[in-house]
């Protein structure tokens, strides 16, 4: 039964992760698997390593349960209103797209913070380390598959995708936020 929860777990972590890599594939310049892979990368470990990260401070999640799900809701917030900011007030250039490090940090963290505080639950499983390598294989392979499934949609008027990029990062940081 626990490898059954392992998996569900597992593909409930990685849905923000594959959800914002749409997002962001929407409206990316670059149509290769490159940016939507170094996204996986950067999801996928930190799903693993905030997972890790819980299921070692179990006993002091408390502190930080109440603020992770506002931190990356306020974060995706600031994202899709940055994206349909830029999709309605810059015609000329395109809208930005996190591409430095820094911002796939940010974005990795913002995330991975659900699966901080899904790692205090591994605590009860028997094989949690096995479990935490799960969560980030299947976070990278969502994450993938939601960039490159955005490059489906590259032929629809590009503002139309930056809004539908924005809004959708918007409603993720609404659900997170709430």
Known sequence: MQLVDSILLSFALGVDAAIVAFA?????????????????LWFGAFQSLMSACGWLIADKIEIIRPWAQKGSGAVFIILGLKLIWDA??????????????????VLA????????????????????IWVIVLIGLVAFLMTLIGALASHRFRKFPERY???????I??????KNFV
């Open 24 to 40: 962001i594939g929407i409206s990316h310049p670059d149509k290769s698997h490159r940016p939507g892979l170094k996204l996986a």
């Open 109 to 128: 963290v913002a995330t991975s913070l659900d699966a901080l505080a899904a790692g205090v639950g591994l605590v009860s499983f028997e094989a949690a």
């Open 169 to 174: 990062l918007f409603f993720l940081g609404v």
């Open 161 to 167: 995708l930056e809004l539908l990029g924005g809004a």
């Open 88 to 105: 309605w007030h810059d015609t000329d250039a395109p809208a930005s797209v996190p591409e430095t490090h820094h911002a796939h940090l």
